[in-house]
Every structure is written in structure tokens, then in C-alpha cells.
């Protein structure tokens, strides 16, 4: 049990700084590392941001800043129980 309360306050922290760092950054274009990585060997440009996207660039902060906090508690409320 010490293991799954560590592990979700682990999850938890890395969910609020990801969430924090995205929130920041929401208005700029960004890529993933895989879809960088073929880019670079079939030497393509990458696609154009479309709706879902942009959509995409502010729910997914948004939704890790809410299930950050919720782990942690989840995870202090195990070990302390």
C-alpha cells in the first residue's frame, strides 16, 4: 500500500508541473518527440494545427491540473489510512 500512495503523489506532482508547464506554453505549436523523430527521417515539414489541436492544447492542461491534485490526495489519504 506505502508503494501505491508513493506512487500516486509521484504521478500527481508530475501531473500538476505538466499541466503547469502546458498551460503556459498553450499558445505555442508544438510537436511530440515520435512525430519529430519521423519528421526527421522522412525529412517531411509538419503538418498544419488544425481545430482539434488547438482544442487539445488547452483541455489537456486543463484536465491534468484538476487529476494532479486528485492523485495526490488519493495518495496521501492511503498512506495515511
Given at each position: 500500500?506505502?508503494?501505491?500512495?508513493?506512487?500516486?503523489?509521484g504521478f500527481g506532482?508530475?501531473f500538476v508541473w505538466?499541466?503547469?508547464?502546458?498551460?503556459?506554453?498553450?499558445?505555442?505549436?508544438?510537436?511530440?518527440?515520435?512525430?519529430?523523430?519521423?519528421?526527421?527521417?522522412?525529412?517531411?515539414?509538419?503538418?498544419?494545427?488544425?481545430?482539434?489541436?488547438?482544442?487539445?492544447?488547452?483541455?489537456?492542461?486543463?484536465?491534468?491540473?484538476?487529476?494532479?491534485?486528485?492523485?495526490?490526495?488519493?495518495?496521501?489519504?492511503?498512506?495515511?489510512?
Amino acid at each position: 500500500m506505502i508503494i501505491k500512495g508513493i506512487g500516486l503523489i509521484g504521478f500527481g506532482l508530475l501531473f500538476v508541473w505538466l499541466g503547469a508547464s502546458g498551460w503556459k506554453h498553450r499558445h505555442q505549436e508544438r510537436i511530440s518527440l515520435i512525430e519529430a523523430a519521423i519528421l526527421k527521417l522522412g525529412r517531411a515539414e509538419p503538418l498544419p494545427v488544425n481545430q482539434w489541436d488547438r482544442a487539445t492544447a488547452y483541455l489537456q492542461p486543463l484536465l491534468m491540473l484538476i487529476f494532479g491534485p486528485a492523485m495526490i490526495c488519493l495518495g496521501l489519504i492511503v498512506l495515511l489510512v
